[in-house]
């Protein structure tokens, strides 16, 4: 079964638990220094904060799945829907190990796809996410619009 993901970026980590937490009435999964998790049923969603270096707000949104045949389902979709599909593959992030790839909706919200395979102890750096969206933007800088600078975002 699939679970909607939401990634806020905060400026305050133990404020923003007390006040999701409250909202939810329910507390995290994950808290640590820099981020923290609610893995929600109702509604069922993978909520999570960071301030992981970008200003407070929607960082992105994302869809979890829970087996590679859910994952295989995703990417199909992500390729129906059109646009350019940024494949990341295996990392690390968010103190997690997953398999995921990205694309940019029309109004240019990143989405993730992901399937998490494991914990891990660090966060994880970006850099997969990071190179295979600036390794898109020159590949396609050609035929779209130039921007002041590559998008980056924190991953899940």
């Known amino acids: 079964m699939k679970r ?11 404020h923003s638990v ?3 937490s409250a909202l939810f009435a329910a507390e995290p999964t994950v808290v640590k220094d820099d981020y923290a998790k609610w893995m929600l049923e109702d509604p069922r969603v993978n909520f999570a904060i ?15 799945v829970e087996n590679t045949d859910e994952l295989r389902e995703v990417y199909a979709r992500l390729d129906k829907a ?32 992901f399937h998490t395979t494991g914990e891990s102890t660090v966060y994880g750096d970006g850099t997969g996410e990071n190179g295979a969206r600036i390794a ?9 619009p130039a921007t002041t600078a590559p998008k980056q975002s924190a991953c899940c």
């Open 4 to 14: 909607l993901h939401v990634h806020v970026s905060v400026e305050d980590i133990p």
């Open 18 to 20: 007390g006040f999701y």
């Open 50 to 64: 960071s301030t992981r270096g970008r200003q407070p707000g929607l960082d992105h949104l994302g869809i979890q």
């Open 82 to 113: 059109g646009g350019a599909v940024v494949e990341q593959g295996q990392t690390t992030c968010c103190y997690s190990k997953s398999e995921k790839s990205w694309i940019d909706d029309p109004a240019g919200i990143a989405w993730e796809t």
């Open 136 to 144: 898109h933007e020159k590949q396609s800088a050609c035929c779209a």
